[in-house]
């Protein structure tokens, strides 16, 4: 048998091992640095929007997003029945908004200024960055809809992003190397 590191192997999972509770998990995942944006759309005229931070790139071309929504919420329900959305990345000064589009069951753009974007889509004014999507498919994950866009449109600012890790916002430290263009 050949080994790549010296020490004990981990045992083989089997069916009979209990499965993994969720506070262990959201802890385990909580350790993965993320950004922090707020998901958009419009219904019937009625804005609606939630914080995520399950988001990534899945590919540059065609440009596609993976966004994961909660199910049940009232926003994934909008972003499946519109199939358009905004994702606004927020900036290191917009914490409150986050806080603001986290919380459930509240009119998340009572006394916010609406700015809509060339697809109709509401968005995050002075946010790090925003990109419209369209729906190209979504699935039902666990707790979660797995949402698939197909990017339409990109506007970028300067400033920093807000980070979230364990729990908590945080800042993400410019270290000052070149950016490493084999990563993306």
Not at 56 to 72: A, E, I, K, R
Not at 123 to 133: K, N, Q
């Amino acid at each position: 048998m050949n080994r790549l590191v010296d020490g004990p192997v981990a045992p083989d999972p089997s069916p009979a091992d209990p499965a993994v509770d969720p506070l262990t998990m959201r802890r385990a995942m909580g350790r993965f640095a993320t950004g922090v944006a707020v998901v958009t759309t419009v219904v019937d005229g009625v804005p609606h929007g939630m914080t995520v931070n399950s988001l990534t790139s899945v590919s540059l071309d065609p440009p596609l997003l993976l966004v994961c929504l909660t199910t049940g919420a009232r926003s994934t329900d909008a972003v499946t029945r519109s199939g358009r959305f905004a994702i606004s990345i927020l900036s290191a000064r917009q914490e409150q908004l986050a806080l603001r589009f986290a919380r459930r069951g509240e009119d998340h753009f009572s006394g916010l200024e609406v700015t809509y974007g060339r697809h109709r889509v509401p968005v995050i004014p002075d946010a790090f960055a925003h990109l419209e999507c369209e729906v190209e498919r979504h699935l039902v994950a666990g707790d979660h809809v797995v949402v698939i866009g197909r990017v339409l449109t990109v506007c970028e600012r300067d400033g920093e992003p807000l980070g979230f890790m364990g729990g908590r916002f945080s800042d993400i430290v410019d270290r000052g190397h070149e950016p490493v263009s084999w990563f993306f």
